[in-house]
């Protein structure tokens, strides 16, 4: 399972950042680290959420900041489930919002995910360490953004260490549900985005592999349902326009690197799908 989930929070370092770079003709890139075996910890060396709508905000988007979810709204979730699936939904929402300097909500939000984190049992991830840095560095965008990375990596190792592979992969799904929710709102349109295009088509791969790592769950009833709604929208991905090539594995140390392989691109059909389908699932998770 360490391996499972290392691989699903790694695999969109390249890809978001081969989007982002205009020189960087290789896109389907994909480098995985493996699990330091000696310290039996997971590898977080990657693009948390902060970390990935700072590369969508520097991006061809337009910031809307009507697309987050409302944190009042945070008390009026009952059962596990909706519970760990808005925890998701608020640790993206964070994200979002630090990452266009917009730190006015922060308090509000983190608050937010700290009590969702104490109703899940989880609350020693939250030390007091992460509550006054909260409050210290309100209004500073950078500091907040750092804030913002260490809640989510210490949030998701605890959650591996005590063995919530349940509310661990609701939290995930949530999370990557309304990423896409941000990214489809953020973007202009169909073409008229072609950076943000190029970043929904490589979500394709990391929707393929949260659902590898939420399989090992799939005995939970709601574990099982929103593999089952992930799914769905792999289907749509099945109309990108895709020409086949190669795959080509290489190692060096304990990085794996993949290169190659089909390269796929958005169409107009795909897209509207994908908000369409995007935005009712997410719906069902915020109401």
């Not at 290392?6 to 896109?27: H, K, Q, R």
Request: glycine share 6%; with cysteine.
């Amino acid at each position: 399972m360490m391996n499972k989930l290392t691989y699903v929070l790694l695999v969109s370092l390249p890809l978001w950042y081969a989007c982002s770079g205009e020189e960087n003709e290789d896109v389907n890139q994909v480098e995985v680290e493996t699990e330091d075996k000696e310290t039996n910890s997971i590898s977080f060396n990657i693009p948390s959420p902060s970390e990935q709508f700072e590369i969508i905000s520097n991006l061809d988007g337009v910031k809307n900041l009507t697309l987050v979810n409302d944190y009042n709204k945070a008390n009026s979730y009952e059962g596990s489930a909706s519970k760990a699936l808005n925890f998701g939904v608020y640790i993206a929402d964070v994200a979002y919002l630090t990452s266009f300097k917009e730190t006015s909500k922060y308090l509000s939000y983190f608050s937010k995910i700290e009590k969702l984190g104490n109703d899940l049992g989880v609350s020693q991830v939250f030390t007091k360490e992460l509550g006054d840095g909260a409050k210290k560095w309100e209004g500073n965008a950078d500091s907040l953004f750092k804030l913002s990375d260490q809640t989510y990596t210490k949030t998701f190792q605890k959650l591996v260490d005590i063995e919530k592979g349940n509310e661990l992969s609701l939290m995930l799904a949530g999370g990557w549900i309304e990423s896409m929710h941000l990214i489809l709102g953020t973007s202009k349109g169909f073409s008229k985005s072609p950076q943000i295009d190029r970043i929904l088509v490589d979500q394709k791969l990391v929707a393929e592999n949260l659902i590898d790592f939420m399989l090992d769950y799939q005995d939970n009833a709601d574990v099982k349902t929103y593999i089952d709604k992930i799914g769905m929208i792999l289907d749509i991905y099945q109309g990108l326009d895709c020409t086949s090539g190669e795959t080509k594995i290489s190692k060096s140390g304990n990085k794996v690197s993949l290169s190659g392989g089909d390269e796929c691109k958005l169409n107009e059909k795909t897209f509207a799908k994908l908000k369409e389908e995007v935005t009712k699932l997410r719906s069902e998770i915020v109401k």
